[in-house]
């Protein structure tokens, strides 16, 4: 046995195994590990995405900015990385210095 603490995948590797499933109104990702002491533990992630019209209309707003950003010589992987900093804290210099405001204050 074990004594350092850690958890065993249920195949007898290190890491975790994940099953995932979609049912036609819900896709989800089971992760399972085993315990040392012998008992499998599973956690459950289901998709949290808002599939409202208010929800898909967020995206699609973000999808047309993001490409914006593109056409203007930012690669997609940054411009993603920017739009999801103005969300979260309000800011992005990057972006200020492109001239696309980023305060509406």
């Known amino acids: ?13 290190r ?10 109104w819900r896709s989800a990702v089971e992760l399972y ?19 409202s019209e208010r929800g898909q209309l967020r995206r699609a707003i973000f999808e047309k900015t993001l490409a914006s950003i593109v056409e203007n010589g930012i690669s997609k992987e940054e411009a993603r990385n920017e739009l999801i900093a103005v969300l979260r804290s ?4 990057l972006l200020e210095k492109m001239g696309i405001r ?3 204050s």
């Open 15 to 24: 890491g975790l195994t994940a099953s995932a499933f979609s049912l036609p």
């Open 33 to 51: 590990r085993n315990c040392i002491c012998g008992s499998t533990l599973m956690e459950f992630f289901s998709n949290r995405r808002d599939t």
């Open 1 to 13: 046995a074990r004594h350092d603490g850690s958890t065993v995948s249920p195949h007898g590797y």
């Open 102 to 104: 980023v305060k509406f």
């Open 90 to 93: 309000g800011e992005s210099h």
